[in-house]
């Protein structure tokens, strides 16, 4: 059932627990993440970045709004890494009342300025947003970031960033990387409590392909309450397909999207085994 991401992420506040959300380009991917929400009987979301925006349009948006009514778990879809008006007020038309105002990019100030222009828009919606403090390194579709122009979130800013711009959710940046992680991944746990204690919105942590389970159980303690999850999702997904192309037998269009919508499930599955839903809340 098509349910507000805000419900869902009180829903893991009360419960304990992180909600999955994962990045989707397409059929296969929404069916993908409903199969495993359902095979967990837990809630997720299917987010759809803006790069797949731009080649999906309002057929991907009205697909993806689809899909969550249709599950049997409560889902919710979201707008993931926005910097754009024109796109905001699209998905907001379209029915999706979750955006992330990514203003990482921008100075400070700019920053502020333009996640409470889009934290009142969503608002008088009905809506929530979800903003970046510091930046996130590592690539995701067409967005490359730098290692050198990565930033670390400060606490103190962080508790400020909130009250003056009024949004629902914060991604924070401890060391997690969009992408593949390079060697093992070194979180700041110690910087991630310190915001959890002035911050008192739900904690998001972008780049969570990769994350050891240890590392993802820390983060829930800490008060991380949603997971963004593409690469590895994405990945099953390209490997079923070069895996089936490669095989003796060619095989049919339907299969070829069969197995890819099973590849992307497991791993949907297993994250959202590890994001702590215990099925009892
Ligand atoms: P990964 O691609 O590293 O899983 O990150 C996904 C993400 O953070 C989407 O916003």
């Known amino acids: 059932m098509l349910t507000s991401a805000k419900s869902l992420l009180e829903m893991a506040e009360d419960g304990g ?24 009987g837990c809630p997720a979301i299917l987010q759809i970045h803006s790069a797949s925006l731009e080649f999906g349009g309002d057929p991907l948006i009205a697909l993806c709004l689809a899909a969550a009514e249709s599950a049997s778990a409560p889902m919710a879809v979201h707008l ?15 029915g999706v009342n979750s ?11 700019a920053n502020v300025t333009f996640t409470r222009e889009i934290a009142e828009l969503a608002h008088s919606q009905g809506g929530m947003v979800e903003a970046e403090l510091g930046r996130l390194s ?20 962080a508790a400020e960033f909130v009250e003056r711009t009024g949004v629902d959710s914060l991604a924070v940046c401890i060391g997690n990387v969009h992408g593949r992680y390079r ?18 919105v739900p904690l998001v942590l972008h780049g969570a392909s990769g994350l ?26 390209m490997e ?33 085994r590890l994001f702590g839903f215990s099925g009892t809340e």
């Open 212 to 237: 050891p389970e240890n590392m993802i159980e820390r983060s829930i303690e800490l008060g991380v309450r949603k997971f963004n999850v593409n690469t590895e999702v994405r990945s099953a997904y």
């Open 80 to 94: 993931d890494h926005s910097t754009d008006h024109s796109e905001i007020d699209r998905v907001l038309a379209g």
């Open 183 to 200: 060697g093992w991944p070194t979180l700041d746990f110690g910087r991630l409590e310190a915001i959890r204690d002035v911050v008192f």
């Open 99 to 109: 955006i992330m105002a990514d203003g990482s990019s921008l100075d400070y100030e």
């Open 17 to 40: 627990y992180a909600i999955g959300a994962f990045n989707v380009y397409n059929l296969e991917g929404a069916l993908a993440v409903v199969a495993a929400a359902e095979s967990q």
């Open 138 to 157: 590592g690539t995701e579709d067409t967005t490359v970031v730098a290692e050198y122009d990565a930033k670390m979130t400060d606490p103190e800013q």
């Open 240 to 272: 079923s397909l070069s895996g089936e192309l490669e095989g003796f037998n060619q095989p049919e269009l339907l299969e070829l999207m069969d197995s890819a919508v099973n590849a992307m499930k497991e791993v949907v599955a297993e994250k959202l």
